[in-house]
């Protein structure tokens, strides 16, 4: 009954602005001539919304100018399950979504220009996106996203509270998901150790949200699969100063340098965020590094003052006599340029033979 009292209430209005001089001619100008839109046109005669431009459109039967969301061609999703639990992991961290207009609609807003990529590689073989400054955002810089998909996307309308079944039981699949929530979410952490002028850097994993039942179904998982995972309150939801958190924030956190880097050895193929595949490879890298400097130190018995036949390196590696049967002539390595060299005891000056001799 009160949707009744309202539509008519509603009628009465446009029916009252009939007195206010909106003719066919006036409005097929605006309209197809000017190509206004209705709400640039509702504007032009008071009103709050184009509700009663759409009465008088239909009123004077003015057809409606085609929609260009119409015209551009939507593509069914593939069916292929690791990318739907990809755009599933996506779904419970940054981006949204609905139905209008028979179609489903993602939405995602940023400042990062890596995450429009993202979105495009990810959406644009499906649907036209489309891209504009946000207004009302965080930061003047703040981009939108707005994608018309097929209905076959509907699997993106609900915002996953919990992660599916069909996900957890498979550990595959399970990557995928964290992939996708991950680069939604999830930093890659290398910092140099101050406490040793830099020379030892920090390797950490951190997935901070407030969807406590996912963060408890990621950490679980990750313990079955081997990883020393925790999970942890940061902080409760309530006013500091001037800032007001709305949500308790949760965050899985592994800091094992081994694990972190074992797991982002495993998400780099799945991922496709530009920033968090170069925060990736950079700590694959640096372990690579770290792990030839451990082999080197191993393999060498110090340092000694001589110089390089090849490059003149000041300093030069003792590797001793290893893996020679004549052990007459010692074997040297230039840590500068990496060639292995020997040379004669007698060649070598007097205060460089007594160091060889200590060695």
């Known amino acids: 009954m009160a949707k009744k009292q309202i539509f008519k209430g509603f009628i009465k209005k446009v029916k009252k602005m009939d007195k206010q001089e909106i003719s066919k001619e006036t409005l097929q100008t605006l309209y197809w001539d000017k190509e206004l839109s209705l709400k640039k046109i509702a504007k032009e005669f008071g009103m709050k919304s184009p509700n009663g431009i759409v ?99 509907d699997f993106l309308v609900e915002k996953p509270q919990k992660i599916p079944e069909w996900i957890l039981n498979d550990n595959e699949l399970f990557y ?97 965020h530009e920033d968090k595949i170069k925060a990736m490879s950079k700590l694959i890298e640096y372990e690579k590094l770290n792990d030839e400097k451990k082999l080197v130190k191993k393999q060498n018995l110090g340092t000694i003052p001589m110089a390089c036949v090849y490059c003149k390196h000041k300093k030069v590696w003792n590797n001793g006599f290893k893996k020679y049967k004549n052990k007459k002539y010692r074997r040297y390595k230039c840590p500068s340029c990496k060639k292995e060299f020997q040379r004669k005891l007698t060649n070598i000056n007097p205060l460089q033979k007594k160091t060889l001799m200590v060695s």
């Open 55 to 153: 009465y008088h459109m239909e009123k004077f039967k003015i057809p409606r100018r085609p929609s260009d969301r119409k015209d551009y061609q939507k593509n069914p999703f593939s069916g292929n399950l690791i990318e739907k639990a990809y755009l599933v992991g996506l779904r419970a961290g940054d981006i949204n979504a609905g139905k209008k207009n028979n179609c489903t609609v993602i939405y995602a807003t940023s400042t990062k220009p890596a995450q429009m990529k993202m979105l495009h590689k990810l959406f644009g073989k499906y649907a036209h996106l489309n891209e504009y400054d946000a207004k009302g955002g965080y930061t003047e810089k703040s981009r939108k996203l707005v994608g018309y998909l097929d209905n076959s996307f």
């Open 176 to 272: 995928s998901f964290l992939s996708g929530y991950c680069d939604s979410e999830a930093s890659w952490i290398l910092t140099e150790h101050k406490k040793y002028g830099g020379k030892w850097k920090d390797r950490a994993f951190s997935l901070g949200t407030s969807d406590k039942t996912v963060l408890e179904q990621i950490n679980q998982k990750l313990i079955e699969l081997g990883f020393n995972s925790h999970l942890y309150l940061v902080e409760k939801k309530g006013i500091y100063g001037d800032r007001k958190r709305n949500l308790d924030l949760y965050r899985v956190m592994m800091s094992s340098h081994q694990e972190v880097i074992k797991l982002a050895q495993i998400l780099l193929p799945l991922s496709k």
